[in-house]
């Protein structure tokens, strides 16, 4: 579930930015992850701190569009990979005056966008000039790069999941297209019917202006009337609108009787569609026919594991990856027991064990840089064994290099991956507050469900996410199941055949991986000085903390003379360590708590304490990730 948003008009003059970002700020309940914005061939991105268009637009903002009269922006909420910019809609392909030639958006799910990419030569991995993997692309970077490669709407055809796309190409300036899909509910399905994907709305503010939106509601809030000004896109449908005027864009009609939301279990994995679509543009070259049923062969396919449709009847597979680490129930496990604690990931190994707290991880994690693994013992090597192990173990690599800022780091709690570094701290804590199944899931990277010693009925499994009944299909880091479940219940689990490269694989390669943010660092001497209460308060500067100001927000202010953190001897971290853990952790949770305990009172006064104490948490986390004090 993410939100679109988008406009096009005859020219720049028409935008109205107040509009548009009304839309982005009601589409953000339907993302949380990333925000992003084009305009004019750039594009803005908004992750981490800014992942909310509320901050987006407060701390870093977009230019409004001076040349092209077109703007598509993005909500995302994650479901294949991972958080960060680069999996962050739009996308944006070729170059065209310093800018992108081709920027698009997508909301949805797709489950054979590998297939898709080998069909229409579109590689789903990057790799840098040594030819060395970096990351895999996720299924929306790799359906909007075949729209552009293969400028025809035949993919649209025989994609297998959930889409609603929004894109232009910017030789045609005046011009952005929009889809949504509907089809079955599984490929080859005896019924009939055609389900909406996802929602897609526009309203016709003039006739040559045209607001687009995922949500229907913003677009009321902005002016639109259902019936008269405002509409929804029809399915199956691709619109080529010119001057923001849907009722003269051309439509090319998408035959999706063939796909569906997905694949067809008795009938063996398929591509889907008829592969009858029309050019987007008739200007565009076509790519010339493949050989399908050489394709075909080449195809990693889906096999249902039989009577499973109970995820308390899910058995143990844990031959998956070479470490011990395996995910059964909607948890992670180790020789029967749930896992707890730091972990990175290393590629085409898995999860391995870093520290069992986070202040204990700092040290350890920057020890492995540089460092050599050995897939036949599952360890990083001793320095004084290297030249001698080198000669005899053939598969002995340097999984993190010294470029890396750091390893990526995942945070387990009774088997559950959790979101970030905080939500570790918290429950691992010794006073850790009694949260809530439902609370809990809201601090999971996956959906979760409640494992106890009895069966739940197949109706009521109560698998959840962000404290609701989950409906999706994902496949989580290492781990070769695709998980289907609806409203709340597995449906099924599908087995890769062959081994998959998830997320965590290009993980490898970026500062930080799912639910990773960097470690809480502590300088040794700190002097916490509080500002005067007086008007000028929201005024307050982190002062040489090598971050980027939060725009009139309270933060912290550090005396000049604090001691730099680099050249800590050993016996110096060490008290380093206990002043963190004895004195500043608890002051770092019980904020927290308070947070939690009064989130839901409705008083102006306490939300703004409560605002003021997530700043305060921020503005600590940012200035000791600076390193300088």
Sequence with gaps: ???????????????????????????????????????????????????????????????????????????????????????????????????????????????????????????????????????????????????YKS??????????????????????????????????????????????????????????????????EPLKFIGGVPGETLFEFDHNKLYEIVNGNVSKSLRHKVDRSGAGQRKGYASGFSTGGKNTGGTI????????????????????????????????????????????IYYNKLRYWRNGHLISGVYTYVRQFGFYKIAEFASETNDKIYRLLGSYFSYKTGEFVNDKQIDELLKTDDTMFVPFDYAMKEPPLFYFINGI????????????????????????????????????????????QGIIHNAKPYTDSFVPVQCNNLYIIDNGNLVGIDRFEEE???????????????????????????????????????????????VVDFLDKPTVEFLDEDTPIEGLNEEENSKFLDIINNHVMPIYEQIQVCNENLKNEHNDVVQEIVDLQKDFLISIDCIIESKEK
């Excluded at 001076?66 to 909500?75: D, K, L, S, T, W």
């Excluded at 691992?428 to 959906?447: A, E, G, V």
């Excluded at 409640?450 to 109706?459: A, F, Q, S």
């Excluded at 490898?508 to 001497?525: E, F, T």
Aim: hydrophobic fraction near 30%.
């Design 1 to 147: 579930m993410c939100g679109i948003v988008a406009w096009s008009g005859s020219s720049p003059k028409k935008f109205n930015k107040y509009k548009f970002d009304i839309l982005g700020l009601f589409n953000n309940t339907r993302g949380g992850d990333s925000v992003g914005v084009s305009t004019d061939g750039e594009i803005y991105y908004g992750t981490l701190l800014n992942k909310n268009y509320d901050d987006f637009i407060i701390n870093k903002g977009y230019i409004v569009p001076q040349v092209i009269p077109a703007v598509i922006g993005h909500m995302r909420k994650a479901s294949v990979g991972v958080v960060n910019e680069t999996n962050a809609h739009p996308f944006g392909f070729g170059t065209l005056n310093e800018g992108f030639e081709f920027i698009g958006c997508h909301n949805g799910t797709l489950s054979n966008h590998e297939d898709l990419g080998k069909k229409y030569e579109v590689s789903t991995s990057v790799y840098n000039d040594q030819n060395h993997f970096q990351r895999n692309k996720v299924d929306s970077e790799v359906l909007l790069e075949i729209l």
């Design 281 to 324: 543009n008739q200007n565009f070259s076509h790519k010339n026919k493949r050989n399908h049923k050489k394709d075909r062969s080449k195809t990693k396919r889906l096999k249902r594991i039989e009577n499973v449709s109970n995820i308390y009847d899910e058995t143990v597979i844990s031959d998956d990856f070479p470490s011990a």
């Design 500 to 546: 998959v490269v998830k997320e965590a694989e290009f993980c490898c390669s970026m500062a930080h991986a799912p639910g990773s943010v960097p470690v809480i660092q502590l300088p040794l001497n700190f002097e916490v000085v509080t500002p005067p209460i007086n008007e000028n308060l929201n005024q307050t500067k982190v002062h040489n903390s090598g």
């Design 417 to 460: 991956m959790l979101e970030t570094v905080h939500d570790f701290i918290v429950m691992s804590s010794k006073n850790c507050p009694n949260f809530t199944f439902d609370q809990i899931s809201q601090m999971s990277r996956y959906p979760i469900c409640n494992i106890g010693k009895h069966r739940r009925p197949d109706d009521k």
């Design 151 to 216: 400028r025809t709407t035949n993919v649209l055809e025989e994609y297998i999941g959930g889409a609603a796309i929004v894109f232009q190409d910017l030789n045609e300036p005046n011009k952005i297209y929009a889809f949504h899909g509907a089809s079955k509910k599984e490929v080859g399905d005896r019924d009939e019917q055609h389900y909406e994907e996802r929602p897609l709305y526009y309203y016709q503010e003039s006739k040559d202006s045209v607001y687009i939106s995922s949500m229907e």
